[in-house]
């Protein structure tokens, strides 16, 4: 997870981003950082892995990362409900 400061508002915001391309939270942070706009702040605030079922509409928030710590999995479950409604999102402290 991620935390994105606008420069010239200061306004905040956390996203949560996850790609199969990516083996490490920093190479997704930096992917990140390269597609955001010019005046974006971002800063990884912790990690963790996401089990995403399509066919039982059921995600999972789970772990930590090795580099980052363990993100907070409550405001993650948030984003991810936001984006996927009608899904079962729960997480677990466990794992890695």
Same mark, same amino acid.
């Given at each position: 997870m991620s935390s994105v400061t606008d420069s010239s508002t200061k306004e905040q915001k956390? $996203? $949560?981003r996850g790609y199969y391309r990516c083996h490490f939270h920093d190479d997704i942070l930096q992917?990140?950082?390269g597609s955001a706009p010019s005046g974006l702040k971002l800063k990884c605030v912790g990690g963790g892995?996401?089990?995403? *079922? *399509?066919a039982d509409k059921d995600i999972l928030v789970y772990g930590y990362s090795q580099g980052y710590g363990q993100a907070d999995h409550t405001i993650a479950v948030g984003i991810l409900q936001k984006k996927y409604p009608g899904y079962n999102i729960h997480?677990?402290? *466990?794992?890695y």
């Open positions: 956390y $996203v $949560v992917e990140v950082k892995r996401i089990k995403h *079922d *399509d997480f677990s402290n *466990d794992g």
